[in-house]
């Protein structure tokens, strides 16, 4: 019973959470470079500082991770998650209120930053703090099911995100002035049911044994990079997988429409096309991983994408929907499978004292990397139909990465987490 509250808690956490931060992902790429940077002063610039602005949560992250994988490594899991959830839902709130540049110049772009950075700093916790909670409680011979709802609802509360603006993206006057704003106010009642949610979970019973609590008291990062530092470095190669993610939902987004002149809905159509096949084959995925293991599936999925990438971009510039269509509807297919399958490998891969941390700080130190991919993207990419092979270069050497490391680490399906 407890394992399905806690997955349960997981899946409306994530998407609550992700749905928040997926907002901005998919604003910065189309609209905030003229709401809040001066698109019409400096179309380039705004374009960059926007992208960039996705990136600085990135660089919050890490912090979260260290201070909220602690709290739930000692506080307590549940308690933590609930902090997350306030956090994400505090800045979610001021951005759907801020004033444009035209109102207040400059010092929107610059609240919308601290803000930006509260969400990175929440975000730094949400995920692995779930996925370490619903693992805990799952039966070891089905953790990867289990744990995948949590990032069904990662993945639910982007694909919502996503889709958010696209009824409102077809006049850019009223997308631009308060259409954007209307996924942001309804952001509020889903993270308060999703706190709701989680009051009706317990810890797991590794987290209430005295002794255990005794010794996640004393641990902390200097117990993390004295036994567990090979465990950290591999999980920040192999979370550039994400990059992929963000290529997908974020960049290919801006690069269609500054390079190519697309229209903003028919991207963003197909971008949630691609996330809906994505979720519909998750749990076939994660169950997959319990069957043969983490690694086959995650390996299996990076290579799938390092060859379907190129084609991606080729699509992009040949304006032929189509054939834009089934590139995505397999990038969703394939990418899911290395997506689902981290929750469980990463939380098997430390000890219940530094669990949450190890899980937390790696990801989030990898994610540094992946929340500046668009704005590294812009400034890589040429003019021309072969503009985007720079790109490429860039995400077939981190992806290499992540598939060597994965290599090197030990199948760890069925593992007693204690």
Same mark, same amino acid.
């Given at each position: ?58 660089? $919050? ?9 602690r709290l739930g490594d000692s506080w ?71 744990? $995948? ?23 850019d006057s009223f997308l631009f002035s ?15 049911? $999703? ?42 190669? /192999? ?18 429409? &500054? ?40 390996? &299996? ?34 990418? &899911? ?11 098997? /891969? ?47 050497? /981190? ?20």
């Open positions: 019973m407890w394992v399905k509250k806690a997955a349960k808690s997981g899946f409306w956490g994530g998407l609550a959470e992700y749905y928040d931060f997926g907002l901005y992902g998919t604003a910065s790429a189309v609209i905030f470079p003229t709401v809040f940077f001066g698109g019409a002063e400096n179309a380039y610039l705004a374009n960059i500082a926007s992208l960039a602005s996705f990136g600085v949560a990135y660089l $919050a992250r890490p912090l979260g991770a260290i201070v909220l994988g307590g899991r549940k308690n933590t998650l609930f902090l997350t959830l306030g956090l994400m839902g505090f800045a979610t709130l001021v951005i759907g209120f801020l004033p444009s540049y035209a109102q207040i110049g400059p010092a929107a772009g610059i609240i919308l930053v601290i803000m930006r950075l509260i969400q990175g700093f929440s975000a730094g916790g949400e995920q692995a703090g779930s996925n370490t909670l619903t693992s805990e409680w799952a039966p070891p011979e089905k953790r990867g099911f289990y744990t $995948a709802f949590t990032m069904h609802g990662l993945a639910l509360g982007q694909l919502l995100a996503l889709g958010a603006f696209i009824p409102f993206s077809g006049s308060w259409g954007w704003r209307i996924p942001y106010f309804i952001a509020i009642p889903v993270i308060l049911y $999703a706190i709701y949610v989680r009051t009706k979970v317990t810890e797991p019973p590794r987290r209430v044994v005295p002794e255990a609590e005794q010794t996640a008291h004393k641990a902390g990062l200097s117990t993390l990079f004295r036994f567990h530092w090979k465990n950290v470095l591999r999980i920040i190669f /192999m979370g550039q997988f994400a990059i992929t993610g963000v290529l997908l939902t974020n960049y290919s987004l801006n690069y269609g429409v &500054t390079a190519w002149n697309m229209e903003k809905s028919q991207l963003l159509t197909l971008a949630t096309v691609s996330m809906v096949v994505g979720l519909l084959v998750q749990p076939l995925w994660a169950s997959l991983s319990d069957k043969i293991g983490r690694r086959p599936v995650y390996i &299996t999925s990076m290579v799938g994408l390092v060859l379907l990438f190129p084609i991606l971009f080729y699509s992009l510039t040949t304006g032929n929907v189509f054939f834009m269509a089934v590139v995505y509807v397999l990038l969703g297919l394939i990418s &899911t499978g290395g997506n689902v399958v981290q929750a469980p490998m990463y939380t098997e /891969m430390f000890p219940t004292e530094v669990r949450m941390t190890g899980y937390a700080l790696s990801t989030q130190l990898a994610n540094i990397v992946v929340g500046f991919t668009p704005m590294i993207a812009a400034m890589l990419v040429k003019p021309g139909e072969l503009g985007w092979v720079p790109v490429l270069v860039f995400t077939s050497i /981190m992806m290499g990465l992540g598939i060597l490391s994965c290599i090197s680490n030990k199948e760890t399906k069925g593992s007693v987490i204690v």
